[in-house]
Nanobody, 114 residues
Framework: VQLQASGGGLVQPGGSLRLSCAAS????????MGWYRQAPGKRRELVAS???????NYAGSVKGRFAVSRDNAKNTMYLQMNSLKPEDTAVYYC?????????WGQGTQVTVSS
């Protein structure tokens, strides 16, 4: 399984970005995908996750600002990030879990700064 994340960049506070994560390889119909982030000097943390059935979960710090979605036909997950804050600055990683195994994509940098 390979995961390819994209869509990061530099944005001003209050702005928006949309991240994408495309999965390829042996993807089973039942899985869970998630976005994690890691800021300098901090531990990697869960941002949002979504099951293949569409159930979602969000970190409290992003609830109401971020929205995770997925297109199962394309094995692609998205993260719409609105009202971005400087504290959202981090490397964002996508993750896929299925049948007891977990896979990571490379990170994409998100920088929120004026």
């Amino acid at each position: 399984v390979q995961l390819q994340a994209s869509g990061g960049g530099l944005v001003q506070p209050g702005g928006s970005l949309r991240l994408s994560c495309a999965a390829s390889g042996s993807i089973f119909s039942m899985n869970i995908m998630g976005w994690y982030r890691q800021a300098p000097g901090k531990r990697r943390e869960l941002v949002a996750s979504i099951t293949s059935g569409g159930s979602t979960n969000y970190a409290g710090s992003v609830k109401g600002r971020f929205a995770v979605s997925r297109d199962n036909a394309k094995n692609t997950m998205y993260l719409q990030m609105n009202s971005l804050k400087p504290e959202d600055t981090a490397v964002y990683y996508c993750n896929l879990g299925q049948r007891g195994s977990f896979y990571w994509g490379q990170g994409t940098q998100v920088t929120v700064s004026s």
